[in-house]
């Protein structure tokens, strides 16, 4: 089964095609380019190394969120718009279990990190055991003195994501030996895994209408809307 991973939920525009368990290509890039200039030329390009359309696509996965909301918004229309061409279905995959994905059979518990920006990370965590991969705690959006909290009752932690780079020194002084970080390769989003847990929650396919953002909170204009001119206006 052929699989078209997407991921535009960070400054990062990652597209991925796998076959199986096999990764046929995977195309990332990380530069100040818009993800509306980048992603479908990426995808275009990928599938013609490939020698594939997007007609030989059995499904679409695409990162829902959280993220940055333009981001989001770009890489899920991108897949509505994929699947509904081609006919095929989409499959959801949030942003957080994915970048714990980039860590395959880790023995440490793994807490990806993304900068939300105003002191907070959007964080979960995960990790492998006897039973697979699993959450241990759902996404959501805390303080990163909140998050390394969480973090206190194991021996070892793997931090992934890009709020890495933002906090690595400061939880390195709370944590100290106990804190581990992904390298270079593996710290930030990949539409390979994207695609990987798309092939594994399959059965999760829904139609290219039903994919929605999962934004965890609300955007900075409704914030300053809400601010201005209280909750119950909007």
């Known amino acids: 089964m052929k699989i078209l991973g997407i991921d535009t939920s960070s400054a990062v525009a990652s597209a991925a095609l796998i076959d199986d368990e096999k990764l046929i290509a995977e195309y990332t890039l990380n530069l100040k380019k818009t993800h509306s200039e980048m992603l479908l030329p990426m995808i275009s390009a990928m599938l013609d190394a490939c020698s594939c359309s997007a007609e030989d696509i059995d499904a679409f996965a695409v990162s829902v969120g959280p993220g940055s909301f333009t981001g989001l918004r770009i890489g899920i229309a991108t897949a509505k718009g994929l699947a509904h061409a ?20 880790c023995e440490h518990l793994i807490v990806p990190i993304m900068d939300a920006r105003r002191s907070q990370v959007y964080t979960g965590t995960y990790i492998w055991d006897e039973e697979g991969f699993r959450e241990i705690e759902e996404p959501r959006a805390v303080s990163i003195d909140e998050c390394i909290e969480d973090c206190g009752n194991f021996l070892d932690v793997v931090f992934v994501g890009d709020g890495v780079p933002v906090y690595r020194e400061y939880i390195t002084d709370k ?49 300053e809307y809400e601010e201005k001119h209280g909750k119950d206006t909007i």
């Open 86 to 105: 081609t006919g095929k279905k989409v499959v959801p995959v949030g942003t957080l279990p994915a970048l714990a994905f980039n860590l395959p059979m």
């Open 175 to 223: 944590l100290g030996e106990h804190a581990k970080f992904a390298p270079p390769g593996n710290l930030l989003q990949r539409a390979s895994s994207v695609a990987a847990l798309g092939l594994r929650n399959i059965d999760s396919a829904v139609s290219c209408h039903n994919v929605v953002p999962f934004y965890i909170r609300k955007s900075q204009a409704e914030r």
